[in-house]
């Protein structure tokens, strides 16, 4: 039972990775014509998701197959990455100008790519499972 719940999980918590990257965050900025209030809430929607994947990765320890659940772990670490490490590096730069040498343009680059590559591990995931 654990083992369908948690496939569940799974594939809800893939959806709202790729929803939030593809349509929600755009649309933010689409409707509201505050920039700064529109990144906050995208900010707050992706620190959202990075405690998600902490909790499905920690389910997926749970699992007797647990030891291929790698990407998982990966997908969730580099979401956690994102949230307590870069996002002060980006608010940093943010107001006070380059960090590291990086502008907030770059940090926000970087965080993106981070985090479309944990959307592309749990892809690889839910693409590999036998969900007979």
């Known amino acids: 039972m654990f083992r369908n719940a948690y496939r569940v999980a799974l594939v809800l918590w893939a959806g709202s990775l790729w929803s939030l990257a593809a349509w929600v965050a755009p649309t933010l900025f689409f409707a509201q014509s505050d920039r700064h209030l529109a990144g906050l809430l995208a900010a707050r929607l992706f620190s ?8 499905v990765a920690a389910g997926a320890l749970l699992l007797p197959g647990r030891t291929r659940m790698g990407a998982i772990y990966a997908a969730a670490g580099l979401l ?40 592309l591990c ?9 969900f007979r």
């Open 48 to 55: 959202i998701e990075s405690y998600l994947g902490v909790a």
């Open 80 to 119: 956690a990455l994102n949230e307590w490490v870069l996002k002060r590096f980006m608010e940093e730069a943010l107001r006070h100008g380059a960090q590291l040498g990086l502008s907030f343009g770059a940090w926000h680059g970087i965080s993106a790519l981070l985090y479309v590559i944990a959307c």
């Open 122 to 130: 749990v892809l690889l995931v839910i693409w590999k499972q036998n």
